[in-house]
T-cell receptor, first 116, second 112 residues
Framework: EAGVAQSPRYKIIEKRQSVAFWCNPI?????LYWYQQILGQGPKLLIQFQNNGVVDDSQLPKDRFSAERLKGVDSTLKIQPAKLEDSAVYLCASSFSSGATNEKLFFGSGTQLSVL | DQQVKQNSPSLSVQEGRISILNCDYTNSMFDYFLWYKKYPAEGPTFLISISSIKDKNEDGRFTVFLNKSAKHLSLHIVPSQPGDSAVYFCAARAGTASKLTFGTGTRLQVTL
């Protein structure tokens, strides 16, 4: 079974530039998550999709971050414009459904973003 | 507001000995807890979980203990192996369809 695919693996940009990350979840997984992991911290949920609808985006800085999941499959996360504090690993995860308490998330390898 | 806390940033254990990783939480609504393991340049992978209706769950060398009254859980690895060297994250969920809240992680180093 193929895992969660993410690209690119690394990205270096200057502040105020734009950047986009792509994620393809495990086939059949209805729920897709974007997490931000800043060095020395645990992953923090930015946005959760159920199919192509947003379930939770309460911690997404909507003035600069946007995400979409067209057709309920793959997803893109965009930052425009980037700030220095956006330097982090951006992790995409997927799960079969969000209806079970014991649901497990499967993570991709992440995109390491450095904003200079 | 850090609802899930892992107060030990790092832990070093000799091969063959027991590793004990600790996690504390503040939200009494959390009812499901998971441990994830992360190697460098990889995403976290699920390791073991426990429901709040249990106080222990075991899977091979890995055992998770939950003390609800103390809002504390721990992961025991026996015996520890060099391949266990990784960062371990504790995560918690409050009810169905709710987000996972992660701790800051503990880096485990298993030495020969």
């Amino acid at each position: 079974e193929a895992g969660v695919a993410q690209s690119p693996r690394y990205k270096i940009i200057e502040k105020r530039q734009s950047v986009a990350f792509w994620c393809n979840p495990i086939s059949g997984h209805a729920t897709l998550y974007w997490y931000q992991q800043i060095l020395g911290q645990g992953p923090k949920l930015l946005i959760q999709f159920q199919n192509n609808g947003v379930v939770d985006d309460s911690q997404l800085p909507k003035d600069r971050f946007s995400a979409e999941r067209l057709k309920g499959v793959d997803s893109t996360l965009k930052i425009q414009p980037a700030k220095l504090e956006d330097s982090a690993v951006y992790l995409c995860a997927s799960s079969f459904s969000s209806g079970a308490t014991n649901e497990k998330l499967f993570f991709g390898s992440g995109t390491q973003l450095s904003v200079l | 507001d850090q609802q899930v806390k892992q107060n030990s940033p790092s832990l070093s254990v000799q091969e063959g000995r027991i590793s004990i990783l600790n996690c504390d939480y503040t939200n009494s609504m959390f009812d499901y807890f998971l441990w994830y393991k992360k190697y460098p340049a990889e995403g976290p992978t699920f390791l073991i979980s426990i429901s709040s209706i249990k106080d222990k769950n075991e899977d091979g060398r890995f055992t998770v203990f939950l003390n609800k009254s103390a809002k504390h859980l721990s992961l025991h690895i026996v015996p520890s192996q060099p391949g266990d060297s990784a960062v371990y994250f504790c995560a918690a969920r409050a009810g169905t369809a709710s987000k996972l809240t992660f701790g800051t992680g503990t880096r485990l180093q298993v030495t020969l």
